[in-house]
């Protein structure tokens, strides 16, 4: 099987946001970008609950702990230097933010969205990309990038019976 092991179950959540924040450091070292203060820390409020966070609720987060107002405009270029970084992903249907594990190579964007917990989970499946661009070729149509969300329930929001099945 070509897809990764998923983490709804198995997380280890006390390394993954200290990871996220080593790796983001050492990569835009590497590629001559600035990782300020307040980039950083909308990171880590992103990774800190593993479910996709809207720019307001981020803004929420920052002015609680905040000693000076933080104004949207701020969190929305903090937002899209994380994007052009490729540390986080935007889920479309959601409007939301989510971290990206594996920011160091490029790669479709694959979710599995728990309607139940609103967990995220990314997902990387050569076989998912691959019919994605199979079928756009077929129909003439060139892929820049791809984003699959596909929404449901997790393991642990699944009633037990479809576990048994």
């Known amino acids: 099987m070509d897809t990764a092991p998923l983490a709804f179950s198995r997380h280890n959540h006390s390394?993954?946001?200290s990871d996220a924040l080593d790796a983001a450091?050492?990569?835009?070292?590497?590629?001559?970008?600035?990782?300020?203060?307040?980039?950083k820390q909308v990171l880590?409020?992103?990774?800190?609950?593993?479910?996709?966070l809207g720019a307001y609720a981020i803004l929420d987060q920052l002015a609680a702990q905040a000693t000076k107002p933080?104004?949207?405009p701020t969190v929305y270029r903090a937002l899209d230097f994380l994007l052009e970084q490729k540390l986080i992903h935007r889920i479309g249907?959601?409007?939301?933010?989510?971290?990206?594990?594996?920011?160091?190579?490029?790669?479709?964007?694959?979710?599995?969205?728990?309607?139940?917990?609103?967990?995220?989970?990314?997902?990387?499946?050569?076989?998912?990309?691959?019919?994605i661009q199979k079928a756009a070729s077929e129909a003439g149509f060139t892929v820049q990038s791809q984003s699959l969300e596909v929404f449901g329930l997790c393991p642990d929001c699944s009633p037990q019976d479809k576990h048994d099945a």
């Open 15 to 17: 390394h993954c946001v």
């Open 25 to 39: 450091t050492t990569l835009c070292t590497e590629r001559g970008a600035r990782l300020t203060p307040l980039r």
């Open 70 to 72: 933080v104004a949207p």
């Open 93 to 131: 249907a959601l409007n939301a933010y989510i971290g990206c594990p594996h920011p160091d190579h490029h790669h479709a964007s694959h979710f599995l969205l728990c309607d139940d917990c609103g967990r995220a989970e990314e997902i990387h499946s050569k076989s998912v990309s691959r019919s």
């Open 44 to 52: 880590e409020l992103i990774w800190q609950s593993h479910k996709p």
